[in-house]
């Protein structure tokens, strides 16, 4: 088929803002524009609709408003829970995995090389799984070494951005109970396309970022749980209960909480529009691509991240300029090669993975409830046309 307008795979990034949600903001854009922190009817008015946005979020979540701070997005977020518990607790040792997000992993590198704590990375194996046994081995050693009282901080993705993994949230939020560790897991890409019931869930800290499920970008919130106080990680005002100084960004805060409601209304019809897509666009790979394989669990539609598939392809010139092609083609999506090499700094994730092929193509196609059959079919047709005529020189 061909296509007159640009197709959109690249979910995983940002998500196109739902109308319905603009609809939601554009009277806290032009009406209701008083400073939520002033006293007068102005700011009252704003002010009940950040609270009303921080009930909608907590009801969607099943917890407390009071454990829910609106935050700029999902990095400050990550920022908050890391940085504010190794503060709060005087933690000096921290877990995580090879695999997360800069959000994590850059934070927790620059504490470690400032002396702050000790950095432990988790074993992972060839698919990029946790490997628990070494989870608990490090906690473990930890709590030997320090004593009784030593805490370790735990920051483990529940869905990898790149290679559509899931983590075992509630394995791991038992493991870290057991041994009293911190446990942070970022959650923005789970988040309004999975449910999280924190009645439940032994976790200290996730994260959302509205963006993600078709809210505005620039807003977002982390969960704290009530029985981990933490101090706050930006001073300067008493917003969000002496929690994040700065005035909030009201319109992205009814955004999102917009957002999160819509997405947990139709979370199951988009769930099987989604998985349909991802499933078509994998079985028509490999009817059409000699070679085609799929990274981490991204393939694995029954326990992946189903918004996300993660495609390897044979070795060829091509993949130096497959994403500069695709997007000549008016298809968006990313990628990243293993390794490093001029103006392509590589991903990290799939450099990180045992045994992956660096000679390999690598493209990560993500999907939103606006994608078509039809896209899929274009987009596969694309990427089989450019490597079939390279295949037949």
Same mark, same amino acid.
């Given at each position: ?16 803002? $739902? ?5 939601? /903001? ?12 002033? =006293? ?5 008015? *704003?002010?009940?609709? =950040? ?52 959000? *994590? ?15 432990? /990375?988790? %074993? ?5 799984? #946790? ?38 949230? !509630?394995?791991?939020? !038992? ?25 439940? @869930?032994?976790? $200290?800290? =996730? ?32 917003? !969000? ?20 409601? #819509?997405?947990?209304?139709?979370? $199951? ?50 993949? %130096? ?21 001029? +103006?392509?700094?590589? +991903? ?8 992956? $092929?660096? +000679? ?16 899929? %079919?274009?987009? *596969?047709?694309?990427?089989?046309? @450019? ?7």
């Amino acid at each position: 088929m061909t296509t007159t307008s640009p197709v959109y795979l690249d979910n995983a990034a940002t998500t196109k803002l $739902d109308p319905a949600v603009l609809e939601a /903001m554009l009277p806290l854009m032009t009406e209701q524009f008083g400073n939520p922190s002033s =006293i007068h009817s102005h700011g009252r008015q *704003v002010r009940t609709a =950040i609270e009303k946005a921080r009930k909608t979020v907590a009801s969607l979540l099943n917890t407390s408003p009071a454990e829910i701070f609106f935050t700029s997005g999902g990095t400050e977020a990550d920022n908050t829970a890391i940085r504010s518990s190794i503060d709060t607790f005087g933690l000096t040792h921290a877990i995580t995995s090879p695999l997360e997000h800069h959000a *994590v992993l850059h934070t927790l590198q620059h504490l470690a090389q400032a002396g702050t704590i000790r950095l432990s /990375m988790v %074993d992972i194996d060839e698919q990029g799984h #946790i490997d628990l046994n070494h989870l608990e081995k490090l906690l473990r050693e930890h709590r030997i070494a320090g004593g009784p009282s030593a805490r370790s901080l735990v920051s483990l993705m529940h869905g990898n951005n790149e290679i559509a993994n899931l983590l075992p949230i !509630e394995r791991v939020g !038992e493991l870290c109970r057991a041994y009293d560790a911190i446990f942070h897991s970022d959650t923005v890409q789970t988040m309004g396309h999975f449910r999280h019931d924190l009645q439940t @869930l032994p976790v $200290d800290f =996730i994260v959302g970022a509205g963006h993600k499920f078709h809210g505005p970008k620039g807003v977002g919130f982390l969960y704290v749980n009530a029985d981990t106080k933490i101090h706050p990680f930006i001073y300067g005002g008493a917003q !969000e209960r002496n929690m994040r100084g700065g005035t909030e960004n009201v319109y992205g805060i009814v955004g999102l909480a917009k957002a999160l409601e #819509i997405a947990y209304a139709e979370m $199951d019809q988009h769930k099987q529009h989604i998985t349909s897509l991802k499933r078509r666009m994998i079985e028509r790979l490999r009817e059409g691509l000699p070679g085609v394989s799929f990274n981490g669990d991204s393939a694995n539609i029954d326990s992946s991240l189903y918004t996300v598939l993660n495609v390897s392809l044979p070795a060829s010139e091509l993949n %130096d300029m497959l994403l500069f092609n695709l997007d000549i083609a008016r298809i968006s999506a990313s990628g990243g090669s293993a390794c490093s090499s001029g +103006s392509n700094v590589g +991903s990290h994730v799939l450099a990180a993975l045992p045994g992956i $092929d660096a +000679s390999r193509g690598y493209v990560r196609f993500s999907f939103g409830k606006y994608n078509t059959t039809a896209e899929i %079919d274009y987009a *596969v047709d694309t990427l089989v046309g @450019l490597y079939q005529k390279e295949l037949t020189l």
